[in-house]
């Protein structure tokens, strides 16, 4: 039996999603949290096998990210699966590198997140085709892609953020904020932050 976590800020989203995993003879949802502490306290005991987790929980709360690292800490045996409505390259590299089990979109099969719960749960990555194609298309075009902390700063930016406040927010001086957005720039062929922005929009690089 996998003992599964669902973690999002929308009781109605969480009732529907239980509903459809309760079709399924090898599944328990044992539990259901809307945030980020709510999901630590109920990992702890290491009941959970994976914890599928929202990347939103609401605004000026703990997201997603947030969530799948204190669930780690608390319960390094528990796999996190993302599951999520956005698809940003920004969002998955984030999730990725924060050591999500697996990524997955909202609009996927019901036998797709089925699929991505037991790939999870036996230990393996759980990331479909179509963004593992994404992934290694971006190691393949390493030197062109932007890397993990300009999609960052660049998705921040976007927030309308000056450049003392992205300092700021991401502990770092303005000189290295201006770095990363000159290198952001160049490789999306933009001469301004607007324009950068933009683009990185309409490549699906980001989200705003």
Do not use: C
Not at 99 to 118: H, T
């Amino acid at each position: 039996m996998i003992r599964i976590l669902l973690v999002d800020d929308h009781p109605v989203l969480r009732h529907g999603v239980r509903s459809l995993l309760d079709t399924q003879a090898d599944f328990e949802v044992v539990a259901e949290a809307g945030s980020l502490e709510e999901a630590v306290g109920l990992v702890g005991d290491g009941e959970v096998d994976v914890a599928l987790v929202d990347l939103d929980l609401g605004a000026g709360r703990p997201n997603g990210i947030d969530t799948l690292w204190a669930i780690r800490r608390a319960q390094s045996r528990t796999r996190v699966l993302i599951f999520t409505a956005y698809d940003s390259d920004a969002d998955i590299v984030r999730a990725v590198e924060a050591g999500a089990a697996g990524y997955l979109v909202k609009d996927s099969r019901p036998a797709e997140l089925f699929q991505a719960i037991r790939i999870a749960a036996s230990g393996d990555p759980a990331i479909p085709a179509p963004i593992a194609a994404r992934l290694a298309d971006r190691i393949q075009r390493s030197d062109e892609a932007l890397t993990a902390r300009e999609l960052e700063v660049l998705a921040l930016a976007a927030t309308g953020l000056s450049n003392r406040d992205l300092a700021r927010e991401l502990v770092v001086s303005e000189a290295t904020v201006k770095t990363h957005l000159h290198h952001a720039f160049t490789k999306l062929g933009a001469d301004n932050r607007q324009a950068a922005v933009a683009a990185a929009v309409k490549r699906g690089l980001i989200r705003i």
